[in-house]
């Protein structure tokens, strides 16, 4: 079965392949982030964690990561309402992530030699989706597909099977500073650094202090990605 049958039969729209091998560089990042910023509550304190699916599952061999779109219509307020992130306006995308994440096993028959894993893990997903070539990490240190951009919730699976691997792909984001302008909370830093604490997605999901200072947005922020 090719790989266009597969996302239509497990309902996806992206999937890419690549080693379990621990990731390198972004320990840097990861390492460089904690001591300015601090790390987010709901990431993971262990950087290691993030960094190695052996940790998760040690058998694995292999990293499957699969996607669904979640580009929504801009929405028009009303005086008196609030804004949600896109996200936030359709089906929830943890339960279609597992079904499709099963779905998917199914149909590579990996019955129980895998382990997946849908959001509420710490690896890093947006760096594993880079190297089984899925896109490449943009200024908003949002993985960009080429035909999606960065609207992409992802999964992963862990796995004792081995594939053909995906190659990284390269890209970036040139010249183009508009996200690091646009963003209303300044979190973006320049050079793919983020400062967590200060954007708005974070303080509206965390409640953190400060968070009700926000206008009309209620929940998350799509200013990067738009």
Do not use: W
Request: overall charge positive; hydrophobic content about 35%; glycine content about 12%.
């Amino acid at each position: 079965m090719n790989r266009e049958a597969i996302l239509k039969k497990a309902g996806l729209d992206v999937l890419g392949f690549c080693s379990a091998r621990p990731l390198e560089k972004e320990k840097a990042y990861l390492l460089d982030r904690q001591a300015h910023f601090g790390l987010c509550k709901y990431e993971g304190q262990r950087i290691e964690e993030r960094l190695d699916p052996s940790l998760h599952y040690s058998p694995v061999k292999s990293v499957l990561v699969f996607g669904i779109n979640t580009k929504t219509r801009p929405i028009q307020l009303k005086k008196g309402q609030g804004l949600l992130a896109g996200i936030s306006r359709i089906p929830d995308y943890h339960t279609v992530l597992k079904e499709a994440g099963n779905k998917l096993g199914q149909l590579l028959k990996l019955e129980d030699q895998a382990k997946l894993m849908v959001d509420s893990h710490p690896l890093m997903e947006r760096a594993f989706a880079q190297r089984a070539g899925l896109g490449y990490i943009g200024e908003n240190t949002a993985l960009i597909h080429p035909v999606y951009g960065t609207y992409l919730a992802l999964g992963l699976i862990l796995t004792e099977k081995t594939f053909p691997y995906d190659g990284e792909v390269g890209g970036t984001c040139g010249s183009c500073k508009l996200c690091i302008q646009a963003c209303p909370g300044g979190a973006l830093k320049g050079e793919g650094v983020l400062d967590p604490m200060a954007c708005l997605s974070y303080k509206t999901q965390s409640l953190e202090e400060g968070s009700r200072q926000l206008g009309p947005r209620l929940y998350g922020c799509d200013v990067c990605q738009e």
